[in-house]
């Protein structure tokens, strides 16, 4: 199939309710609508879905959204699920409007992780307004969110498949481990360096970050500061990942995940030529965090596939 971007996120909390002034106070997102049961959709562009947070008891992604271009490319990328045994669960009329999207299936990878194709999503042209006022905006619409890193206990040729074989992408990075940190692959589904990416932790699993841009870096430089002033829990300092033109900071947020605030990112030439950095790091970028995010969970001996710990 071909993707062509990371298009919503779906993440539950009990803390939910703090992404009212946390999302637009320090990154500039908008609240949009807000559902019945107290789900918080937040805004990033002209789409009315981009980072949804939903109620609920423990910290965890529900699902992670990837667009396809329409109806004919859902109707053959459903097929494909079928074909290869990902048994796809196609979207009643109540979730595709709840997603405000046309069409959309439902599907897990090889850890378990939901993942959701769709097409045709709902924008209003125009209607996009930031949470506080912004020097760009945000790198948005037909190029996505952004890019989303699972952590998994190790990265086997099924997952392998399952990104390239059947989500069409195509391997950008792959960072190796280092002595105090783990390593991953990075993979690209437009010209965003990555929009999706696993970094191998023996013995764990979850979702570790989700990355959004900004067209200005003093919007990032403006965050920086701020975060600093309200003593918010920084995990990783401002710096540049290497190879990746984008310089960020991340920050972990009431969803027990952390979010990568950046700008700068590079957009891949349709020739370019995978590299292998030396070190994970142009400059900065020190782990400062208390401990991985809380949707990272340790697996028991039983859960772990190799066994390992
Ligand atoms: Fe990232």
């Known amino acids: 199939m071909k993707i062509h971007a990371l298009g919503y996120l779906g993440f539950e909390s009990p803390r939910h309710e703090e992404w009212l002034t946390f999302g637009p106070e320090i990154f ?7 559902d ?7 805004r990033m562009d002209d789409r009315h879905r981009r980072l949804s947070i939903h109620p609920g008891e423990e910290d965890r992604l529900a699902y992670a959204g990837w667009e396809l271009a329409g109806k004919a490319a859902f109707e053959e990328a459903v097929a494909e699920l079928s074909h290869k045994g990902y048994a796809p669960h196609l979207g009643t009329a109540e979730e595709c409007k709840q997603r405000e999207v046309l069409g959309l299936a439902r599907f897990q990878d090889p850890y378990g992780f939901t993942h959701e194709v769709y097409y045709g999503p709902t924008a209003t042209v125009g209607s996009f307004l930031p949470g506080k006022p912004m020097a760009g905006s945000f ?4 190029d996505g969110v952004g890019h989303v890193v699972f952590v998994v206990p190790e990265i086997t040729p099924e997952l392998e498949k399952f990104v390239t074989g059947l989500l069409g992408m195509e391997l950008d990075i792959t960072l190796p481990a280092g002595k105090s940190r783990p390593g991953g692959q990075f993979y690209r589904c437009n010209p ?15 979702v570790h970050h989700l990355e959004i ?13 701020l975060v600093q002033e309200r003593e918010l829990p920084i995990t990783v300092t401002l ?11 991340y920050l972990r947020t009431p969803g027990g995940f952390d ?32 401990g991985w995010p809380t949707t990272v969970r340790l697996l028991t001996p039983e859960q772990h596939p190799t066994g390992k710990e």
């Open 28 to 34: 500039g997102l908008q609240i949009g609508d807000r």
């Open 36 to 42: 019945p049961d107290g789900t918080i959709h937040l």
């Open 139 to 142: 790198v948005g619409g037909v």
């Open 192 to 206: 965003r360096t990555h929009c999706l990416a696993y970094i191998a932790l023996p013995g764990h699993k979850g």
């Open 213 to 225: 841009e900004s067209t200005h870096m003093d919007d990032v430089g403006r965050a920086w500061d």
């Open 239 to 249: 710096g540049r990942h290497m190879p990746d033109t984008l310089i960020s900071f």
């Open 259 to 290: 979010i990568e605030f950046g700008a700068g990112g590079e957009l891949r030439d349709p020739d370019y030529i995978q590299t292998t950095p030396s070190a994970p790091e142009a400059w900065g970028h020190k782990f400062v965090g208390d």
